[in-house]
């Protein structure tokens, strides 16, 4: 279920990521891009709501159990990073560029840490039924990611 709640956890990719084409594979300008990212965030936002209503529906959880949900879906919710500024990432020296990504594989390590520490707390509050499809739901959705992932690209980002 991490894993599902923290599909922002790759974003640190986006920065290096190159400039995406326009409609008639045109380069877009920094509005056209900032433009199309806050889109990008947007739907992004909705499907991540969307998946959390559906996993509290199939949780039938109780009146009592509404603080803990609410508490672990404040920590887990994905954002997606902000645009890195490409400028001044074509300005960096690799050293620069490299304690750069250091900074940003930190960063996501300490949010997966919160996740973990969340998903932990609100598990603990979940009757063994509701665990079952706790877990059943995480372990779909880790399928499906690996899937839309595809093996190459699971390779590169897992370092393998």
């Not at 599909?7 to 380069?27: E, I, M, Q």
């Amino acid at each position: 279920m991490v894993a599902l709640l923290s599909l922002g956890a790759l974003g640190s990719t986006y920065a290096a990521d190159p400039v995406p084409a326009g409609r008639h594979g045109h380069a877009l300008n920094q509005e056209e891009r900032a433009a199309k990212m806050e889109e990008h965030k947007a739907k992004f936002a909705e499907m991540v709501a969307k998946h959390q209503a559906a996993l509290h529906d199939k949780l039938k959880l109780t009146a009592a159990q509404e603080p803990a949900w609410q508490t672990f879906i404040a920590a887990v919710t994905p954002t997606l990073p902000t645009m890195a500024d490409r400028a001044a990432a074509a300005s960096m020296t690799t050293p620069e560029r490299l304690d750069q990504h250091l900074a940003m594989a930190k960063q996501h390590l300490a949010k997966m840490e919160t996740r973990v520490a969340a998903t932990k707390v609100f598990y603990a509050q979940l009757t063994p039924e509701q665990q079952k499809t706790f877990d059943a739901e995480a372990a779909k959705m880790h399928h499906r990611w690996g899937q839309r992932m595809g093996h190459g690209m699971m390779m590169r980002h897992h370092g393998a």
